[in-house]
């Protein structure tokens, strides 16, 4: 039976709130989907594209009437939003949202939000370099894994209406807690996002250097295409997870640098096999 | 006009070397394309493929009668493979190489051939994570770079040659010195590549991470899958300007680790924009 969600608030109309909107529009899961922006020419965009059914700029305005909430914004804006989302709503109205990272912004909902709660913190693991709601699909979310925060102390009926969701627009959810959640993403997707940009930079600064680049820089560098608000939010919002892991990461490098400084041969071949093993390992292949 | 290359013997034939007997053969540029191996398992499968005519295991016997010479082989074999092929081969025999660092090489051949100079270094920037000859294809040069030496002391006929063979096959010749091609491919190739498994290896640091790993891990750890020989050679054949790129590399790694501990808000922002204009300019976009 397919659900249905009411009522759509979806805050942030990107390539990730459009690409919602255009799903659950596309599959007939709301009665209506309303957009709200920051700015009125992507509210424009999103409305052309058929990706939302009305839209607004007012963010407490577009609360009235609303059944379900997805703030679908860059991670340090979520806070601010929330407490805005939080005096406006009524009673019954379920939110979430899909950033990145979910500790911080979990951890505000337990400060400020009474139990049990009817925020449930998701994320999507879908999206690229990409962004804009001109890159929106209705098929962004078809067969990713979607984050989602275990029921704990949420009201029930929030919490499954935030996984019906998720399971409607096609995605599989997985339930891990915030702060777990944040120190493995910050391994699997911040840090490589990070490194990506450096290894950029680097390049860059060998000069003219576009007769010498391959598939494999263009590969290791695709993402450092991504927004730079929403990476800088990310940095942010998931600092101690990321700080940690790059200072590993550093370390490691100084200890690859050492091997080839001293010409260690079965040792490079030994990182270099114990790498693709790691690849496989992280990817579950 | 097609150009004639005679006998070809192209000693080894993996993915670059099988690609390259597919491209002469299916172009008709060779009289006869002679493979040699170092296993018999790979000539056979290189000779199923019709990659090359005849296969041997003798480096030293297959000179015979050959005219072009191309060393497919990981880097840090060539020098011992050119010392026999040097001895071996009749006067008017052009010689060349795939590897992907070349100043060692170039030096080996300065400091025991005689001018001018009848081997001419190249490096096709073609080629991916896959190896052997079973991913061979006779495209796989088609719309690549081949960066050769330049003229400098070299033969004149056995330079035209090379640069000859590689537009032959589809490349694009771009002549940099050997010195220099290794330092900018350092930061465009190997570095990123040493990177590429370092980030794997962190993430599967994390544990069990598979439900975590989106397409930006993919990507950016593509590479590291590639034949972990060639890269440790090619460690050990560009020490100095990979030492040095990684040292700057950690260095830029721990700035950036410094801003995010300190919350620094605009210097992330201006970090990760600046990156997407260097990874453009690396491009040459």
């Known amino acids: 039976m397919k659900p249905h969600l009411g009522t759509v608030a979806i805050v942030g109309v990107g390539l990730l709130g459009g690409s919602l909107g255009l799903a659950l529009k596309d599959r007939g899961l709301a009665t209506r989907v309303r957009g709200v922006g920051r700015r009125q020419e992507v509210i424009d965009t999103a409305l052309g594209l058929n990706a939302i059914d009305e839209g607004t700029l007012d963010l407490a305005g577009a609360m009235k009437g609303a059944d379900l909430v997805v703030l679908c914004t860059p991670a340090a804006l979520v806070p601010e939003q929330l407490d805005i989302v939080r005096t406006r709503i009524a009673p019954h109205v379920v939110v979430t949202d899909v950033a990145s990272t979910k500790a911080e912004i979990c951890a505000h909902v337990r400060t ?21 709601p001109e890159h929106a699909t209705p098929h962004l979310y078809d067969g990713c894994i979607t984050i989602v925060e275990p029921l704990g102390d949420h009201a029930r009926d929030a919490h499954d209406t935030v996984c019906t969701l998720w399971r409607a627009v096609g995605s599989r959810v997985v339930e891990i807690a915030p702060r777990q959640h944040d120190g493995i993403v910050a391994r699997t997707s911040h840090i490589p996002h990070i490194v990506a940009a450096l290894v950029a930079e680097l390049a860059a600064g060998g000069g003219d250097v576009k007769d010498l680049v391959g598939k494999g820089f263009r590969d290791v560098t695709r993402i450092a295409e991504g927004r730079a608000e929403i990476w800088r939010d990310i940095c942010l919002t998931n600092r101690e997870a990321i700080a940690e892991g790059l200072r590993e990461f550093g370390e490691q490098v100084g200890a690859v640098r050492e091997l080839i400084e001293q010409g260690q041969a079965a040792e490079l071949d030994a990182f270099f096999v114990s790498a693709q093993a790691a690849r496989r390992r992280a990817l579950g292949e």
Chains 1, 2 share one sequence.
Do not use: D, I, L, T
């Open 112 to 132: 400020n939000w009474s139990e049990p709660y009817r925020f449930v913190g998701s994320h999507p693991m879908a999206g690229s370099e990409k962004y804009g």
